[in-house]
């Protein structure tokens, strides 16, 4: 499975940006998600979605802000972030890979980052 990941930038507090990552390879069955590294800190997931989007997870942190969609005919996965704050900035990785303890992903592939910077 290959990840190319697209979409980041710099914004303002308060702005949108939608991330998109396009998938290759064997998606089939997999979720499909995003997670995130600020600098200095750990990666950490950020959302997930199931095959067919019945199950979509999201870290506490973003839920209420972010959205997260997948076109399994394009076998694209996209990131609508709206709402964006100061600590959202970090590079946004794609992933694909499994649910794990019910309320997370684990990943088995990683895209390459995507740079997510937003100014206050």
């Known amino acids: 499975v290959q990840l190319q990941a697209s979409g980041g930038g710099l914004v303002q507090a308060g702005g949108s940006l939608r991330l998109s990552c396009a998938a290759s390879?064997?998606?089939?069955?997999?979720?499909l998600g995003w997670f995130r590294q600020a600098p200095g800190k750990e990666r950490e997931f950020v959302a997930g979605?199931?095959?067919?989007?019945?199950?979509?997870i999201y870290a506490d942190s973003v839920k209420g802000r972010f959205t997260i969609s997948r076109d399994n005919a394009r076998n694209t996965v996209d990131l609508q972030m709206n709402t964006l704050k100061p600590e959202d900035t970090a590079e946004y990785y794609c992933?694909?890979?499994?649910?794990?303890?019910?309320?997370?992903?684990?990943?088995?592939?990683w895209g390459q980052g995507t740079l997510v910077t937003v100014s206050s």
């Open positions: 992933a694909a890979g499994r649910l794990s303890l019910g309320t997370t992903m684990a990943a088995d592939y």
């Open positions: 390879g064997r998606t089939f069955s997999s979720y």
């Open positions: 979605i199931s095959w067919r989007g019945g199950t979509i």
